[in-house]
C-alpha cells in the first residue's frame, strides 16, 4: 500500500503512462525488463524496435530481442503485484460499502435473535479457544525449532561457501597457471626462431645477389684490363671488345629494385579471445597476410564437468614447397659431410630441418576426465637422399638412426621429446617411436599398403631375397611393414646363406625397422611347384618400393643411462623386463635425453603424474632401482671394489706439530687435522667451487653402497669428502667425514660423486686418545670430562706430539698442548688432572690392588625377576621392538670387544658360504662385533647383518665379515616391548610419528626396565621408566598415551582380588640387590691353543725406469698448408695435423694395437725419470703419451699425436716408447698477434675457439719457420664473415696537454678534481680558444650527445688512447683509457681529460671519439700544490685508500677551501715532483692551506 502512494511504480518512464493488466475490453500494456535492467511499457519497446534489437533511451545500450519480439523480453513480476494488489483492493472496497447499506436495516431485528444464539454456544465456545490454546503452544515450540534450524542452515552455508570459494580459487589459479606458462613456452619458442627471419625477405636476397653479381663481373673486367695494360701482348688472347662493353655499360639504378628494402616479413602476430561465462578461449597466432600461414597455439579453460581440451597444430607453411615449415626455425649447422655432398643433394633445394613435434600430457587419477593434451607440430620437407645399395644398406640405416637419435637429443634441449616404447629387451636394450611423429607414421604406413595392394610389389621366381636387405612382411596386427632381413634360409641347407632365390626360400629372420622387434618367418609350401612356391612367399612377404627406402626407421634404439642388473652375475630378469612394460604401458611418456654410445641413446623415461595428488613425473630408471630390480652403475677398481680413500698419513712421534681438534667423542677418540700443509685448504677450496657452481643430475649418488666414497653436503652449502659406512634406513645413510672424523646420518639427495681429483689428498682427520690419562671411576669417561675437554680443545689450534706408535686400526696417543703468550705451552691433561676429572696413569699403577677378574660371559643371561633395572636404550624399531642393553654389563662388553679384535685383526679373509642364521665377527664402524646373517648374501656380495649387541641391521661385503668361534656367540642386546598399550588410529601397526617420538625421546638415553614376567619369547614385554626434567619417574607407555599415539590396551575384568603374601613383600623389596646376580660367575669358555698368523707381506721395490721423448714433429714448410685441428689448450696453443700426418696416424694406430695386444704387469716404477710413454685411452685403446706430471695416484699425460691433456690414474700408464721412430704427429701453434684479454685465455674463449676449430680443416699460414712448437701461424677458415666484422677502430694519437705560464706568472683558475690535498686539476680560461670547424669543444661535444647512435663502439683499449665515455648525467664526454683493471667481466680504468676525475665503466659505455675532438687539448692540468705536505704523525680517523699519509679530514678540509676562484702561482718544484708546482692564494692574498696547518692536518714543507 505504501507502493501504491508513489505513482512512478506504475507509471511507464517514457510515455508516463499506466501500466495495464489484461481485462476483458482493455488489452494489456505489461512493464518489460531490458539487459541493461531498465523498465519500459510494452507499447513503448514497441515503438523503439529496429532490426530485431531495442536501444535503451536511458544508457543507450542495445537489447537483442528473442525469437517473440518485444513480448518475449521478460516482465517486471514486482510491477505487476502492485498492479494486481491495487485491483483487487479497489473491487473488495466496492464489494463492502455495498453489503454495509443492506446490513443497517436488519440491525433491530438481528440483535435479539443473535443473543439468543450467543447464550446455546458458549459451551462450544470454551472447547474452540482451549483447541485454539493447546494448537498456539504447540506453533510456538515449531516456531522456536524452526529458527534454530534455520540459524543452523545459515551458519552451515557460510562454511560450505568458504570451503567451496578456496577449492574454486585453488583451481582457478591452478588453470590460470598453466596457461600462462603454455602462453610464455609458445612465446619463448617464436623468439628462439626469430634467427631464421631472414628466409622471409627473399625479394632482398635476390637484389643482393643481383648485385654482387654485378660487383663480381666489373671487378673481373677491371682484373681484365689492368692485365691487358701492362701487358699489351695478352690483347690476341682476350676478348677485349667485351671486357670494353662491360666497363662502359652504364648503371641504371632502374634495374635495381630498391623498394625491396621497406618491406616487411609479411608476418604478424595477432591475438583473439573469446568470454564466456565459464569459459575463455583465446587464440595466438603468427601468420602471413598474403598466404594465411598461421603459427598457433589454443589454451582453452574448460568448464567443470566438461569434456576434454581439444589440441590445435603448432606449424608453419612454407610457400616454396608447398609443405609446412616453420618461417623462423633455422636449418641444422651441422650435418654430415655424406649427407650436404653436391652428388647426393639437390640445388634447387636448401636442407630443411627434420620434423619435430613437441607434447605435453597431464593424466588425472579420475575414470571420468580425459587426459589434457597441448600439442604443438612443426612438419618440414623431407631431404632427398638417395637410396643406398649393397653393403651400403647398414651403414646407411645406421647413419640415419644416428641422425634422427641427434634430432631428439640435440636440436630442442630444452624441450624433452614425449616417445612411445614399441618394444622392450631389457631396460637398457629398448626401442621408441617419437609421438611427435605419429602423424608421419601412419601416413608411411597407408604408403606401404596401398603399394603391397599392387601387383608390382610381389615376388617373381627369377627375384632373389638377400641378407642384409629391405623387404615388406606382415606385422602382428595384419598390416605390412618394412622389415631388414637378417638371416636367410634356403632349401636343402642346413645353416642360413648370403642370398636365396624366391623359389627356394624356407624361412627369413627379419628386423621391423619402425617398431624394433624381430621375428622368424617360416614359408609353409602346398606343393613343390615353383609358382606355388613364390606364392607362399607373398603371402607373408612383399618387395619394397625404392621410394620407401631412404626413409629412416622410426624405431630409435635407446638405453636407460647408467643402469646395470641388480645381480650382474645373473644379468637381466624377466621381472625387470616385466616391470618396465608395466610402468611405460601403451601410452606417451617423457624422454630426457643424455647423450649416445656406439649402438644406442642413453635416455631416462619419465611417465606423466597418476593424479592431482602428486604433480612429480615417475622415472622409469628410479623406479626399477627402487623396486630393486636394477641398480645405477658405481664406478669400481680393477679389483672390483669401490674406490677408497688413502689412510691418514700419522705423525711422527715426539716431533711437534701444529692441529686443530675438528671432533670429540671422548678423550680416547677425538680427532685432529695437521695445519702444516696448505694443500689441505686448496682442497676445501676446489670441493666448495666444484659443488656448489655444478648441479645436475650426473652428479647425484642414487644407491650409495658400504664403503663408497663421494662428497655430503655439511650445513649450508659446505661439501667434505665422506665415506658411507652404513645404511640408516628412510633415504639416510650413515657417513664419516674422512677429514673432520665427525659421523653423522645424512640424506641420500645430499650426496654427490666424487672427481677423480680428489682422490689423490689422503684423509686429514688423524684418530686420537689423550696420553698418560684413565677414567677417575670405572672404565667409561664421566659426561662432566667429556664436555670439559670439548670446552678446551673442540676447534681449537694447539701443539701436538705423538707419545707412541701405533697400529691405524687404534687411536694415535697424543699430547695437547695449549700455546700462551707469556706463560709456558699448558698440558691439557694436566688440567683436567688437577680439576680431578681424570686420573694419570702413574698414578694408578701405583696404587693397583689385584682385583679378581670377573669372568667373561658371552651371553645375556637374566634372573626371575627383574624390577627397577638401570638400562640403555641402544635401538629402536617401534614401541613393540626397540633394544635395551644392561648398563651392569658394559664391562663385559668392552671385553668382548678386546677378544674380538684380538681374534680377528690379524685374521684374512676367508671363503665362507654365509647363510642366513650364521654367526659372524663384523667390521662396523673400525670396530670388531657379533653379528647375524639375516639375508642371503646378494650378487655383489653384500650381506645384511644384524648387530648381535645393538640390534640394528647393517649392510656389510662379505670382506668385513670373519666366522665366529663358538664360545663368543651371544648377545647383549635384549629386544623388548612395551606391555599395556597398543597402536591408536585403529591399526594394528604404530606409526611413523609413534615410532619417531619414541626414538628421539629415547634413543641412547638410560631408563629404568622392569620384567612383570620372563618368558623365552622374544620381545619380552616390559615397562619401561625414564627420569623427567623434575626428578620424577615417567612412564613411557603414558607418555604416548598423553600425546595421543598409544592408547591403553582393553584388560578383562578382575572378579577376585588376592592379598599380596609377605614372601613377594620381600622379594620385591630385593630386586633391585638381585642384578648383581647377572654378574654371577659364569662357566669358563677355554681360549684356542693359538691366535692364526698371517701370512708375511713382501713389499714390491721400486723399478727405475727413464724414458725420453718422442721425436719432435716435422714442421711444415713456411707458407700456406692444410692442416687439421685436433685439439685447442687452455693456454690458446692449437694443436693441427697435416693431411699427410692424418694418413700416418692411422696407420700407426694399427701398428700399435697390433703391438700391444696384452696388457703388461703393473709396477712400481719411478715416475720422475719418465718422459715418454705408452697411454690407455678411454676406449682401451693405446695411445703414445708423454708425462707431465705426478700428482699421487693420479698423472697427467698428452697425447702427443692429439695434443690433448689429461689427468689419469697410474695404472693406465706404461713406460714404454711405442713406434719410436715415428715423430710426433700434431704441431703446437699460435695465433699471431692475437693476445688473450686479460693476459691469460679465458674458458669462454678457448670455448669458441674449439667451437670454431675443432676437428675442422682449415688453411693454415705459417709465418715464423720456428724451430721447436709453438709455430706463429696466421689461419684462414673457410667462414664466410662478410658484414659480420663492422668498421675498424681508428687509432688516435694522445691528447694535448695545456702548459703553464713561465715561472713567477700568476693566473686565475678554478679547481675541477682533487686528489689529494696537494694533488689537484686546475683549469683557466684561454684566451685564444681553439675552434676547429668554426665550433668550439662544447659545441663539438653538444652536437655529438645529441646524436649518440652515430657513435662506434670501442674495440681496442690502448693505454692512453683518446675515447669518449658516458657520465651519470648520460651524456659523452671526452676520455682516455689508462688500464684494464678486470677481464671477466672487461673493466676498463678512464681518466677524464677535462675534468681530472677518474672512473672505472664497462665496454658499453665508451665510444669512438672523432678525430676533430683532438685537436682541442685536455682542459684541465695535473699540478703539485708547493708549500706543505702531509703531517708526519699519523692523524686519528679514516685514510684514503690510494695514498695512506693523507687523511680524509684534511681532503674535505681542502676541498672546502678551493671553492670559486683562486690564483696561482708558477713556481720553481722539487726534482722529486713530477707534475708542474704552484702556489694557491685566496681572494685574500692567503695561501690556501693555511687553515690546514692551523687544524693540524697538513704541515710546512
Not at 139 to 149: F, R
Not at 1086 to 1100: I, Q
Not at 1107 to 1114: D, S
Amino acid at each position: 500500500m505504501q507502493k501504491m502512494e508513489q505513482p512512478n511504480d506504475v507509471i511507464c518512464n517514457f510515455c508516463e503512462n499506466e501500466y495495464t493488466l489484461t481485462d476483458n475490453e482493455v488489452e494489456s500494456n505489461l512493464p518489460r525488463i531490458l539487459i541493461c535492467g531498465h523498465i519500459f511499457c510494452t507499447t513503448c519497446l514497441q515503438s523503439m524496435e529496429f532490426e530485431n534489437a531495442v536501444k535503451c533511451p536511458d544508457c543507450e545500450v542495445e537489447s537483442i530481442l528473442p525469437e517473440e519480439g518485444v513480448y518475449g523480453l521478460q516482465e517486471d513480476t514486482g510491477i505487476i503485484g502492485l498492479i494486481y494488489s491495487a485491483k483487487m483492493k479497489k473491487m473488495r472496497w466496492s464489494d463492502t460499502s455495498k453489503r454495509g447499506s443492506s446490513r443497517r436495516g436488519r440491525a433491530t431485528s438481528s440483535d435479539i435473535s443473535c443473543t439468543l444464539k450467543d447464550m446455546e454456544q458458549l459451551p462450544e465456545l470454551e472447547k474452540v479457544e482451549k483447541a485454539m490454546d493447546e494448537a498456539m503452544t504447540s506453533a510456538k515450540e515449531n516456531l522456536a525449532k524452526l529458527k534454530v534450524l534455520h540459524q543452523t542452515l545459515i551458519e552451515g552455508l557460510e562454511k560450505q561457501m568458504k570451503k567451496e570459494e578456496a577449492r574454486l580459487e585453488k583451481e582457478i589459479n591452478r588453470a590460470t597457471d598453466k596457461a600462462i606458462n603454455v602462453t610464455r613456452k609458445w612465446g619463448q619458442m617464436q623468439l628462439s626462431q626469430l634467427s631464421g627471419l631472414q628466409l622471409h625477405f627473399s625479394s632482398t636476397h635476390a637484389e643482393i645477389c643481383k648485385v654482387k653479381g654485378r660487383i663480381a663481373t666489373l671487378e673481373d673486367a677491371l682484373q681484365k684490363a689492368k692485365t691487358v695494360r701492362r701487358l699489351p701482348f695478352l690483347k690476341q688472347y682476350g676478348d677485349l671488345d667485351k671486357i670494353l662493353t662491360t666497363l662502359k655499360a652504364p648503371l641504371d639504378n632502374q634495374s635495381f629494385d630498391m623498394k625491396c628494402i621497406t618491406k616487411g616479413c609479411g608476418l604478424s602476430v595477432s591475438f583473439r579471445s573469446q568470454c564466456l561465462n565459464q569459459s575463455v578461449n583465446f587464440f595466438i597466432k603468427m601468420d602471413k597476410n598474403e598466404t594465411k600461414d598461421v603459427s598457433e597455439v589454443s589454451l582453452t579453460q574448460i568448464q567443470q564437468h566438461s569434456g576434454p581440451v581439444e589440441s590445435f597444430d603448432n606449424s608453419y607453411r612454407h610457400l616454396s614447397h608447398g609443405k609446412t615449415r616453420s618461417p623462423l626455425r633455422r636449418s641444422p649447422r651441422r650435418m654430415s659431410p655424406r649427407r650436404m655432398s653436391p652428388r647426393r643433394r639437390p640445388e634447387s633445394r636448401c636442407p630443411s630441418p627434420n620434423p619435430k613435434r613437441n607434447l605435453c600430457k597431464t593424466s588425472s587419477a579420475d575414470d571420468t576426465t580425459d587426459d589434457i593434451i597441448i600439442e604443438e607440430v612443426i612438419n618440414t620437407v623431407e631431404e632427398f637422399v638417395a637410396p643406398p645399395t649393397g653393403p651400403e644398406l647398414a651403414n646407411d640405416a645406421h647413419r640415419s638412426r644416428c641422425k634422427r637419435s641427434w634430432n631428439l637429443s640435440g636440436k630442442r634441449k630444452n624441450v624433452a621429446p614425449w616417445v612411445v616404447v614399441t618394444h622392450v629387451v631389457n631396460p637398457t636394450h629398448f626401442y621408441v617411436c617419437s609421438w611427435a611423429e605419429k602423424r608421419e607414421s601412419d601416413v608411411l604406413s597407408k604408403k606401404i599398403n596401398t603399394f603391397c595392394n599392387q601387383n608390382i610389389s610381389f615376388f617373381s621366381a627369377t627375384d632373389e631375397v638377400q641378407a642384409g636387405s629391405l623387404i615388406l612382411a606382415k606385422g602382428n596386427s595384419g598390416l605390412w611393414c618394412r622389415t631388414k632381413v637378417l638371416e636367410v634360409f634356403q632349401n636343402g641347407h642346413g645353416s642360413s646363406v648370403q642370398f636365396c632365390p624366391v623359389d627356394q626360400l624356407t624361412g627369413v629372420s627379419i628386423f621391423f625397422v619402425d617398431y624394433g622387434f624381430t621375428n622368424n618367418v617360416n614359408i609353409e609350401r602346398i606343393c613343390s611347384s615353383t609358382q606355388s612356391s613364390v606364392d607362399a612367399v607373398n603371402n607373408q612377404l612383399r618387395k619394397i618400393n625404392p621410394e620407401l627406402i631412404h626413409i629412416a626407421p622410426q624405431a630409435i634404439r635407446c638405453s636407460l643411462k647408467d643402469l646395470v642388473p641388480y645381480d650382474l652375475a645373473k644379468g637381466w630378469c624377466r621381472e625387470a623386463q616385466v616391470e618396465f612394460c608395466q610402468v611405460v604401458g601403451s601410452g606417451a611418456v617423457e624422454m630426457i635425453s643424455y647423450g649416445q654410445d656406439s649402438e644406442a641413446l642413453l635416455v631416462d623415461l619419465k611417465k606423466p603424474p597418476m593424479g592431482p595428488s602428486s604433480e612429480i613425473p615417475i622415472s622409469i630408471r628410479d623406479h626399477l632401482v627402487f623396486i630393486e630390480v636394477a641398480r645405477f652403475y658405481c664406478p669400481m677398481n680393477s679389483s672390483g671394489r669401490p674406490l677408497k680413500y688413502y689412510t691418514a698419513v700419522l705423525p711422527i712421534i715426539h716431533v711437534e706439530y701444529s692441529a686443530v681438534v675438528t671432533h670429540i667423542n671422548c678423550l680416547d677418540d677425538f680427532y685432529i687435522q695437521l695445519t702444516d700443509n696448505m694443500e689441505t685448504s686448496l682442497l676445501e677450496d676446489k670441493l666448495q667451487q666444484y659443488y656448489n657452481t655444478k648441479s645436475g643430475e650426473d652428479l647425484l649418488v642414487y644407491c650409495p653402497d658400504i664403503g663408497q666414497a663421494c662428497v655430503a653436503r655439511l650445513g649450508e652449502n659446505m661439501w667434505y669428502r665422506v665415506e658411507v659406512i652404513g645404511h640408516a634406513g628412510g633415504q639416510t645413510v650413515e657417513v664419516q667425514y674422512i677429514d673432520l672424523g665427525l659421523k653423522a646420518s645424512v640424506f641420500v639427495s645430499d650426496l654427490r660423486k666424487i672427481k677423480d681429483e680428489f682422490f689423490f689428498l689422503p684423509a686429514q682427520a688423524i684418530q686420537c686418545c689423550l696420553s698418560d690419562v684413565l677414567p677417575l671411576a670405572g672404565e667409561t669417561w664421566s659426561d662432566a670430562c667429556i664436555k670439559r675437554f670439548s670446552s678446551l680443545a673442540l676447534d681449537k689450534l694447539f701443539t701436538i706430539m705423538a707419545t707412541e706408535t701405533s697400529p691405524k686400526t687404534k687411536p694415535l696417543p697424543v699430547k695437547l698442548f695449549e700455546s700462551t703468550p707469556n706463560d709456558s705451552p699448558t698440558d691439557i691433561a694436566q688440567v683436567l688432572i688437577t680439576e680431578r676429572l681424570v686420573c694419570s696413569k702413574d698414578s694408578i699403577k701405583a696404587n693397583i690392588v689385584e682385583v679378581p677378574t670377573m669372568e667373561f660371559q658371552p651371553q645375556l643371561s637374566l634372573p626371575g625377576t627383574v624390577k627397577d633395572v638401570k638400562v640403555r636404550v641402544i635401538h629402536i624399531d617401534s614401541p613393540s621392538s626397540f633394544y635395551v642393553h644392561f648398563v651392569k654389563f658394559d664391562s663385559q662388553l668392552k671385553r668382548l670387544t678386546e677378544l674380538l679384535k684380538e681374534e680377528c685383526e690379524l685374521m684374512e679373509p676367508q671363503d665362507v658360504a654365509w647363510k642366513p642364521g650364521m654367526f659372524c665377527a663384523a667390521y662396523i664402524n673400525h670396530v670388531w662385533e657379533r653379528g647375524l646373517i639375516s639375508s642371503q648374501v646378494s650378487a655383489d656380495s653384500v650381506a645384511e647383518v644384524k648387530r648381535s649387541d645393538h640390534g640394528n641391521k647393517v649392510k656389510l661385503h662379505v670382506s668385513s665379515l670373519r666366522p665366529l668361534p663358538a664360545s663368543l656367540e651371544g648377545s647383549f642386546a635384549l629386544e623388548c616391548s612395551l606391555t599395556d598399550i597398543r597402536p591408536a588410529g585403529g591399526k594394528p601397526s604404530w606409526t611413523a610419528t609413534a615410532c619417531d617420538y619414541m626414538r628421539d625421546s629415547l634413543l641412547g638415553a638410560l631408563a629404568l626396565i622392569t620384567i612383570p614376567e620372563l618368558t623365552d619369547e622374544r620381545p619380552v614385554a616390559v615397562i619401561l621408566c625414564t627420569t623427567s626434567l623434575t626428578g620424577e619417574s615417567v612412564s613411557t607407555s603414558d607418555c604416548l598415551t598423553y600425546v595421543g599415539l598409544a592408547l591403553r590396551k582393553r584388560k578383562p575384568l578382575e572378579l577376585t582380588v588376592e592379598k599380596p603374601n609377605e614372601s613377594d613383600a620381600q622379594s620385591s623389596d630385593t630386586n633391585v640387590q638381585a642384578i648383581p646376580s647377572l654378574g654371577a660367575t659364569p662357566p669358563v669358555y677355554p681360549l684356542p691353543p693359538f691366535l692364526p698368523r698371517p701370512t708375511p707381506r713382501t713389499t714390491m721395490p721400486t723399478e727405475k725406469v727413464k724414458t725420453n721423448l718422442y721425436k719432435a714433429p716435422e714442421l711444415p714448410k713456411v707458407g700456406l698448408n692444410h692442416m687439421t685441428v685436433s685439439a685447442v689448450k687452455e693456454d690458446g696453443l692449437i694443436y693441427v695435423r697435416t693431411d699427410a700426418a692424418g694418413i700416418l696416424l692411422e696407420q700407426l694406430k694399427v701398428e700399435i694395437q697390433q703391438s700391444m695386444k696384452t696388457l703388461p704387469n703393473q709396477k712400481p716404477y719411478t715416475w720422475k725419470t719418465v718422459k715418454g710413454c705408452a697411454v690407455i685411452g678411454p676406449d682401451m685403446l693405446w695411445y703414445r703419451g708423454q708425462l707431465l706430471e705426478v700428482l699421487g695416484g693420479h698423472v697427467k699425460v698428452q697425447y702427443v699425436d692429439y695434443g690433448l691433456v689429461e689427468n689419469i690414474p697410474v695404472v693406465h700408464v706404461y713406460p714404454r716408447l711405442l713406434c719410436q721412430d715415428i715423430p710426433q704427429l700434431c704441431i703446437a701453434c699460435q695465433l699471431n698477434t692475437i693476445n688473450p684479454v686479460g693476459s691469460s685465455w679465458q674458458q669462454d674463449a678457448v670455448e669458441l675457439l674449439n667451437e670454431m676449430l675443432l676437428y675442422r680443416r682449415v688453411d693454415v699460414y705459417i709465418l715464423v719457420p720456428a724451430l721447436s712448437s709453438p709455430v706463429y701461424v696466421s689461419e684462414f677458415w673457410n667462414i664466410d664473415t662478410e658484414g659480420l666484422l663492422g668498421p675498424q677502430m681508428v687509432t688516435l694519437d694522445s691528447f694535448m696537454e695545456r702548459s703553464l705560464p713561465e715561472k713567477g706568472k700568476s693566473l686565475t683558475v678554478r679547481v675541477r678534481h682533487l686528489q689529494t690535498p696537494n694533488e689537484v686539476f686546475l683549469w683557466w680560461e684561454d684566451t685564444t680558444q681553439e675552434v676547429v670547424d668554426e665550433k668550439t669543444l662544447e659545441q663539438h661535444l653538444m652536437a655529438i650527445n645529441a646524436d649518440v647512435h652515430s657513435l662506434l663502439p670501442v674495440t681496442n683499449f690502448p693505454q692512453g688512447g683518446p675515447c669518449l665515455a658516458k657520465y651519470s648525467d648520460g651524456s659523452f664526454y671526452r676520455a682516455k683509457m689508462l688500464d684494464i683493471v678486470c677481464a671477466d667481466p672487461v673493466r676498463i680504468l678512464i681518466q677524464h681529460v677535462d675534468y681530472g676525475s677518474n672512473d672505472i665503466v664497462a665496454t658499453d659505455v665508451l665510444r669512438q671519439m672523432p678525430v676533430e675532438l683532438l685537436s682541442f687539448p685536455a682542459q684541465v692540468l695535473k699540478v703539485h700544490v708547493a708549500g706543505f705536505k702531509a703531517p708526519s704523525t699519523r692523524a686519528e680517523g679514516e685514510m684514503l685508500p690510494y695514498s695512506p699519509e693523507w687523511s680524509v679530514k684534511a681532503t674535505l678540509a681542502m676541498l672546502e677551501l678551493l671553492h670559486g676562484e683562486i690564483t696561482a702561482t708558477v713556481v720553481e718544484g722539487r726534482p722529486t715532483v713530477r707534475d708542474p708546482s704552484v702556489l694557491l692564494f685566496s681572494q685574500d692574498g692567503h695561501s690556501v692551506f693555511l687553515p690546514l696547518l692551523a687544524r693540524g692536518l697538513a704541515q710546512l714543507d
